[in-house]
């Protein structure tokens, strides 16, 4: 969180927020290297990759817990906000599953996914739009609730996911990777005046 309190409460008079956010936790069925432990890994390195850029906002991270069992962590954060502190988060950003599958999926707010798509070409990814089914199963759906910008990344085509199979070994790091570096592109675009 470079250039923050870290607490949503002690913001600065005007000053915008975005929160990146992962599941912290595994389905009961498998080891969950992918859903969720890639995702926790990815969101330390976009922390990392954040500090010392200049952006017109502030950052604070979040793992979230109980995501498995009705985004439990997510919607009790949300639920700690004041209005005044929701408008304050210009888009909050949700990793999930990037460790495995062939290419990157987008969820959430129209423009959001719309700038990464671009983004991840630009980058030569390959992408695609989750369905609206999908792309309410993790955390970001407890902010987009609450009227706040989201952005869902995920790769969902992973043949283990929910399975004994989800393991370490399956992870594949430059997918990871492409996570990592489509997202600090992104932030790069928000925070404007009116979001």
């Known amino acids: 969180e470079p250039g923050g309190t870290g607490r949503l409460e002690q913001l ?20 969950g290297a992918n859903d969720n432990a890639s995702v926790v890994g990815t969101l330390l ?52 599953m990037v460790g495995v599958g062939t290419r990157m999926e987008f969820g959430g707010d ?3 996914v719309s700038r990464a798509q671009s983004a991840s070409r630009q980058m030569g990814y390959q ?19 609450a009227a706040i910008p989201v952005l869902f990344f995920d790769s969902s085509d992973d043949p283990n996911y929910h399975t004994t199979k989800d393991t370490a070994d399956r992870v594949t790091p430059i997918k990871r990777e492409q996570a990592g570096k489509v997202a600090p592109q992104l932030l790069s675009t928000r925070g404007r005046c009116g979001r």
């Not at 600065?12 to 498998?30: H, Q």
């Not at 005044?84 to 210009?90: E, K, N």
């Open 12 to 31: 600065p008079c005007g000053r915008k927020w975005g929160i990146g956010g992962a599941p912290d936790d595994s389905g009961p069925a498998g080891p």
């Open 45 to 96: 390195e976009l922390a990392t990759a954040v500090r010392g850029r200049q952006y017109p906002f502030d950052f604070v991270f979040i793992a979230f817990g109980d995501e498995e069992v009705g985004l439990v962590g997510s919607k009790k954060y949300v639920e700690t906000l004041a209005a005044s502190q929701r408008a304050q988060i210009v888009a909050m950003i949700n990793l999930d």
């Open 110 to 112: 129209p423009g959001l």
């Open 127 to 145: 992408t695609g739009e989750l369905s609206s089914k999908l792309g309410s199963s993790s955390d970001h759906a407890s902010f987009r609730e």
